[in-house]
């Protein structure tokens, strides 16, 4: 009978009942009513829910906002709209370091190519799905038929809508969601405290609490060249929210990896954070040490910079927790627990030879990772660009090469960046003006062209190619200084020209991209055949999990809306109670014990407006809900639906949520809806900006 | 005869008289006489050698000085000094950040564990050494052999003369020279400038020209108590050193690598610097980061910072170099020469099969370099520390372990590190009472346990022996809390109990240590027995070299006593001039155009002052002395043999001196002996120490 209740224990283990308990990225297709029910006494209506939803803004630049006005405003996170902000930025105009404020919306400033998403509906597609990609397909032809169904039902959806059709894969394949989205492309720039406001404490201490950031940014949304007339829009609270309040941070949590396998989570450890550790710690030292020469080098790579430090930071907490036996050992338990559960299931059985499966699949990816970072890259953006060949000119160029060869291909047969439905999203990016600094990309290209030789060796073929008999800076100077495809006009040249235009143009930078293409598409056919044996395995188990589980479970994180919640709380750290909130004389007394030096300087307003301030108002604060990258701008709102605080950020002990929940130390750190409108008010003095949020609307 | 006159020219390329201009890092037992003569007209006599000689100092901690006073007043550079001056200073004192003057003899700081040396005599002693390793012998067997010769011939020395005596190998075990030092242990801090001063421009401007920085720093050496009479001294000249005005560097070149083989270099390229290169710039991150948290994590960490930093721009620079097929092709085509030439020479062809042992234990070293790195470390230093476990406090419970194991051992058979010779210097290092921050060492630690698993693997088995179940940060806490090395007289009981008195202690931090010594100790066998190969090899080479090149050849560096020199001497970059000296109003454009931000702040001292100095004093300046690291703080002589500079830095162009001598951009950075007196008498005001400089004397 041992065994027995051993079993019991641990279907509770992994019973939805027993999620720790505020965690949880939620559906909104499937939210946690009755936890929210039994643990706060609070009805998760529909209303409510469509009220939240259609008032939830995705930034897809990578974060999350909300409309607070009819007229289409929007807040977001200073760090969300710094892409933005910098690509608006010229060497006389500096709005990323100096801020911004449109008195009237004849100043509102058009972003370069930013686009956002509402989310209007959720549909459940998987038996269509399904039914395309039979069991008995395996590896690649499975991908492609897989590829081929979502951009069908993609595309019919958008002729049939004219909305944004993305057909969603959660629960590791176990359901298929089409999520539509309405599309605005034209975002205008209203408000941006200064950057040294925003990110007061710089990285010393960014994932640290207490903290005293202005994380905010607001945009205003406009069609047809006018304000969008948001029906739904967040009611922002005067007081904010309290100490012990239950709050919900309505999203887009970028990407969790909570079921992985432990083969996958000792890749993860072993193979994946130390390569992007290196990476990032080398580009880190490269952009801080380039920025320091002048101020106009600093303010050309500072968004680059800041992105690399926050992901290092965050790296650097997944692999603290992945290195602890304490935290590794409950991921090994809990998968030999739910392995013996399946085997004593009728049918579970079938579903052990996954593991194996993805063990193999993750052994060939671990043996390929190196190359394919190199020449392929990692990132799922179109214009991401490999390690060896790091440079925005690099990514166009590749961009424009592959859309040459690409386009001609049935739409279902395309890498999947160039499929039809994604098209209009990669042509604002492709042809965005932002403007591309040669002597930034010589310095990023020959950093990362000795860095290619230095992994892959000096006398590898490919890099001899790519080399071509010059030193790394050599021939990055050479490339860049060479090629045109920094010209905006020439790319809709050689885009509308395709493959036979792309080719005569013989540009330099172009040529280097076909030297490594066909190895830079071996190397990914391998990874997306071996990601699609592990996709289907974990399906099989995702579905076995399921049984188990019910409807009390949520999926990993996929950049789509999602709704967590908990209470505003404080936490202990080595002994020490740390508040669940700040205040403005925190600021100053931060500020002062590092002798008010960078990046613990106040910004000159706010040394001169400090008298005006109520300095006990509260400025940020920590609280339980489940978050991840991606959430940063999500509002955080209270029973009534109101506008009570903005997410930007997570504490260091919260970096782990990438693998599982904690709520022990691991809070969500956010800006109080209060002090931001005491700032707005007394310390930028912008009235109409505070009557419109009072008011909501202008 | 094609052949043959091609041969001729390679020939000219090989001897002495076709080595670039200003080539060279001289012996003084073999100065460049000739060479100076005939392009300079200047006659190297003995007495002027002799008092130059006697007049430079070696700073041990790594770094060259000059006495320029017969009270026993030495300048060096503050970048040499500040190790002394960290390691003096405490919460309340920051010597290194806020600069320090002793007004009078009473008010002299003395150094925790400095030991200078000023060379005595050279000896050559070839045949004791030769004689004593028989060609019979190879691999350990030989450097066995070798090392209990060279610590006979040192103790003996020592024993005769009461000297420090360091038998030194030069062209490639080509020479055996015995060194004799006067060894100096009481030094104290007279002078500091603030470290703003001394590092203006911080990284950024490091290894740039123009600079404008007051790298210096004076100390007085004692001994009984008293400063020391020194006979010799350089004069201090009030007008220094003029454009075109040849100069001569007498300091401690540390190393070069110019003779390497082919093979050599291309593991240099390919092993050696890809990982340093990523050590380096992981700490470079670990450390600025936690250096951003507060003042005092600043200050403790600002003296490795600085030399992380340094070190990064150094490797940066010569991978650039090694990766340049430009450079590297000519080191190919030389080495083909050069065996072409030996294998048309009698008796030459039999050292052609020593490029292929050499390319042998290279690629056995390559195969054992990861390994031997984390666990044993690639420093000469008894208190390196392995690249898994850095930390101060490993470096000195490894220090104990071995120390119990090794004194007991007969001196020729010990690691060489515990020879006879040189267990007074070590001694002042373990019982130095610097102090070590526990949170400092366990940032460190915990860092470097983390790369260790990385690199090594998580599952390795002496990564799982070392972290003995624990994750890498809870495992460097456990160590660092729980040891006592730490403590000076535990450290010292221990040393007096050898071996028994280790073990009994069980402290938990020399028991890590002892985890790893086996498979430690094993990859260092490893390393020096190829070490050893490689060494016989090149002396075989070398021979045959100086069968062509005769004495008109300098040796690698050393780190003993040389002779460079130049002229001084502006370049051209990217097409524009840069002169050769900078001034004081240059310093304050500089400050001026990045808004006087860090790293560009001028201490208030200098805001102040400003009128009260002449801006046209010349401040830095630049010289085609061929110079490496080490040469830091080398005095910049006159043909008069007065002091007319110190030298702080090369440039970025100088940095491939490591493997050849450039003179089109390569330039050595000195500052100005009128530059440092106009500071001292207007900025400073240290009169007395203007009248010692004046006057040669108190």
Redesign the interface.
Same mark, same amino acid.
């Given at each position: 009978m041992k065994l027995r209740s051993l079993l019991v224990t641990l279907a509770a283990l992994f019973a939805g009942s027993a999620l720790r308990a505020d965690e949880g990225m939620w559906l909104y297709s499937a939210p946690p009513r009755a936890r929210i029910k039994a643990k706060y006494g609070f009805d998760l209506t529909d209303a409510w829910l469509d009220h939240v939803r259609l008032s939830s803004v995705r930034f897809n630049s990578g974060g999350s906002a909300s409309f607070v006005s009819a007229d289409g405003l929007v807040i977001t996170n200073h760090h969300v709209g710094a892409d933005s902000l910098q690509k608006m930025g010229s060497k006389d105009h500096n709005y990323l370091r100096d801020g911004f404020y449109a008195k009237s919306a004849a100043e509102e400033i058009k972003c370069n190519d930013l686009e956002v998403n509402v989310l209007q509906s959720i549909e459940n597609v998987p038996a269509r799905i399904n039914a395309a990609v039979p069991a008995t397909l395996a590896g690649s032809d499975a991908a492609l038929a897989r590829r081929k169904i979502i951009a069908e039902v993609e595309k019919e959806s958008k002729d049939k809508t004219g909305l944004r059709s993305d057909v969603v894969t959660l629960y590791q394949g176990g359901a298929y969601h089409l999520y539509r989205f309405k599309r605005y492309t034209d975002i205008r720039l209203v408000f941006a405290p200064e950057a040294q406001a925003a990110f007061f404490g710089?990285? !010393?201490?960014n994932f640290e609490f207490p903290r005293y950031n202005l994380d905010i940014c607001f945009f205003r949304v406009y069609e047809n060249n006018q304000p969008v007339k948001s029906a739904h829009f967040l009611k922002w609270s005067a007081n904010g929210a309290k100490d012990g309040e239950l709050t919900f941070v309505s999203g887009h949590p970028g990407r969790t990896s909570r079921l992985l396998t432990t083969a996958e989570l000792?890749y993860v450890?072993?193979n994946r954070?130390?390569f992007t550790?290196?990476m990032l @710690? +080398?580009r880190?030292?490269l952009l801080?040490?380039w920025?320091? +020469?002048?101020?106009e080098n600093a303010r050309r790579a500072r968004e680059d910079l800041f992105g690399l430090?926050n992901s290092?930071?965050v790296y650097d907490g997944q692999?603290?927790a992945l290195?602890? !036996?304490?935290f590794f050992g409950t991921k090994v338990a809990a998968e030999k627990a739910l392995k013996q559960k399946l085997a004593d299931m009728p049918n579970g059985a079938d579903a052990l030879p996954a593991y194996e499966k993805i063990a193999a699949a993750t052994n060939i990816i671990a043996q390929n990772a190196t190359r394919h970072r190199f020449l392929e890259g990692t990132y799922r953006d179109v214009f991401s660009t490999p390690a060896g060949l790091m440079s925005e000119s690099f990514g166009i160029a590749r961009s424009l090469l592959r859309a040459g060869d690409e386009r001609s291909k049935p739409n279902g047969e395309r890498l999947k960046e160039f499929a039809e439905a994604r098209r209009e999203s990669y042509e604002v990016q492709l042809f965005s003006d932002k403007p591309i600094y040669n002597d930034y990309e010589i310095l990023n290209l020959s950093d990362s062209l000795?860095f290619l030789?230095?992994?892959l060796?000096?006398n590898d073929p490919t890099v001899t190619a790519v080399l071509a008999? @010059?030193?790394?800076?050599?021939r990055a100077a050479e490339l860049i200084n060479g090629t045109q495809v920094n010209d905006v006009a020439f790319r809709k040249k050689l885009y509308a020209g395709g493959s036979a235009a792309v080719a005569a143009a013989k540009d330099p930078l172009i040529e280097a991209a076909r030297i490594i293409d066909t190895e830079a598409r071996n190397l990914r056919k391998i990874m997306e055949t071996q990601e699609e044996i592990k996709q289907q395995s974990q399906a099989i188990i995702g579905k076995a999990r399921f049984a188990v589980e019910g409807t009390a479970s949520y999926p990993d994180a996929t950049f789509t809306l999602r709704l967590s919640y908990g209470p505003v709380a404080g936490y202990e750290e080595n002994g020490v109670k740390v508040p669940a909130m700040t205040n403005f004389a925190g600021l100053y007394a931060r500020s002062a014990e590092?002798?008010n @030096? !960078?990046?613990f300087d106040l910004p000159p307003r706010w040394v001169e407006k400090k008298s005006a301030l109520d300095l006990s108002v509260p400025y940020n604060l920590v609280s339980t809900a489940d978050i991840i990258g991606g959430n940063s701008g999500s509002p955080i709102i209270n029973r009534a639906g109101d506008f009570v605080g903005i997410i930007f950020d997570g504490n260091i002990q919260s970096l782990v949520g990438d693998f599982g929940y904690e709520d022990i130390q691991a809070r969500a750190l956010s800006v109080h809806s209060a002090g931001i409108l005491e700032a707005l008010k007394n310390v930028y003095e912008v009235p109409v900006l505070v009557a419109e949020l009072t008011a909501g609307r202008r």
């Amino acid at each position: 009978m041992k065994l027995r209740s051993l079993l019991v224990t641990l279907a509770a283990l992994f019973a939805g009942s027993a999620l720790r308990a505020d965690e949880g990225m939620w559906l909104y297709s499937a939210p946690p009513r009755a936890r929210i029910k039994a643990k706060y006494g609070f009805d998760l209506t529909d209303a409510w829910l469509d009220h939240v939803r259609l008032s939830s803004v995705r930034f897809n630049s990578g974060g999350s906002a909300s409309f607070v006005s009819a007229d289409g405003l929007v807040i977001t996170n200073h760090h969300v709209g710094a892409d933005s902000l910098q690509k608006m930025g010229s060497k006389d105009h500096n709005y990323l370091r100096d801020g911004f404020y449109a008195k009237s919306a004849a100043e509102e400033i058009k972003c370069n190519d930013l686009e956002v998403n509402v989310l209007q509906s959720i549909e459940n597609v998987p038996a269509r799905i399904n039914a395309a990609v039979p069991a008995t397909l395996a590896g690649s032809d499975a991908a492609l038929a897989r590829r081929k169904i979502i951009a069908e039902v993609e595309k019919e959806s958008k002729d049939k809508t004219g909305l944004r059709s993305d057909v969603v894969t959660l629960y590791q394949g176990g359901a298929y969601h089409l999520y539509r989205f309405k599309r605005y492309t034209d975002i205008r720039l209203v408000f941006a405290p200064e950057a040294q406001a925003a990110f007061f404490g710089g990285d !010393p201490d960014n994932f640290e609490f207490p903290r005293y950031n202005l994380d905010i940014c607001f945009f205003r949304v406009y069609e047809n060249n006018q304000p969008v007339k948001s029906a739904h829009f967040l009611k922002w609270s005067a007081n904010g929210a309290k100490d012990g309040e239950l709050t919900f941070v309505s999203g887009h949590p970028g990407r969790t990896s909570r079921l992985l396998t432990t083969a996958e989570l000792a890749y993860v450890r072993d193979n994946r954070i130390p390569f992007t550790n290196l990476m990032l @710690k +080398r580009r880190e030292v490269l952009l801080t040490s380039w920025s320091g +020469r002048s101020q106009e080098n600093a303010r050309r790579a500072r968004e680059d910079l800041f992105g690399l430090q926050n992901s290092r930071k965050v790296y650097d907490g997944q692999q603290a927790a992945l290195q602890d !036996p304490a935290f590794f050992g409950t991921k090994v338990a809990a998968e030999k627990a739910l392995k013996q559960k399946l085997a004593d299931m009728p049918n579970g059985a079938d579903a052990l030879p996954a593991y194996e499966k993805i063990a193999a699949a993750t052994n060939i990816i671990a043996q390929n990772a190196t190359r394919h970072r190199f020449l392929e890259g990692t990132y799922r953006d179109v214009f991401s660009t490999p390690a060896g060949l790091m440079s925005e000119s690099f990514g166009i160029a590749r961009s424009l090469l592959r859309a040459g060869d690409e386009r001609s291909k049935p739409n279902g047969e395309r890498l999947k960046e160039f499929a039809e439905a994604r098209r209009e999203s990669y042509e604002v990016q492709l042809f965005s003006d932002k403007p591309i600094y040669n002597d930034y990309e010589i310095l990023n290209l020959s950093d990362s062209l000795t860095f290619l030789a230095e992994q892959l060796g000096y006398n590898d073929p490919t890099v001899t190619a790519v080399l071509a008999g @010059k030193s790394p800076r050599a021939r990055a100077a050479e490339l860049i200084n060479g090629t045109q495809v920094n010209d905006v006009a020439f790319r809709k040249k050689l885009y509308a020209g395709g493959s036979a235009a792309v080719a005569a143009a013989k540009d330099p930078l172009i040529e280097a991209a076909r030297i490594i293409d066909t190895e830079a598409r071996n190397l990914r056919k391998i990874m997306e055949t071996q990601e699609e044996i592990k996709q289907q395995s974990q399906a099989i188990i995702g579905k076995a999990r399921f049984a188990v589980e019910g409807t009390a479970s949520y999926p990993d994180a996929t950049f789509t809306l999602r709704l967590s919640y908990g209470p505003v709380a404080g936490y202990e750290e080595n002994g020490v109670k740390v508040p669940a909130m700040t205040n403005f004389a925190g600021l100053y007394a931060r500020s002062a014990e590092q002798d008010n @030096k !960078p990046p613990f300087d106040l910004p000159p307003r706010w040394v001169e407006k400090k008298s005006a301030l109520d300095l006990s108002v509260p400025y940020n604060l920590v609280s339980t809900a489940d978050i991840i990258g991606g959430n940063s701008g999500s509002p955080i709102i209270n029973r009534a639906g109101d506008f009570v605080g903005i997410i930007f950020d997570g504490n260091i002990q919260s970096l782990v949520g990438d693998f599982g929940y904690e709520d022990i130390q691991a809070r969500a750190l956010s800006v109080h809806s209060a002090g931001i409108l005491e700032a707005l008010k007394n310390v930028y003095e912008v009235p109409v900006l505070v009557a419109e949020l009072t008011a909501g609307r202008r």
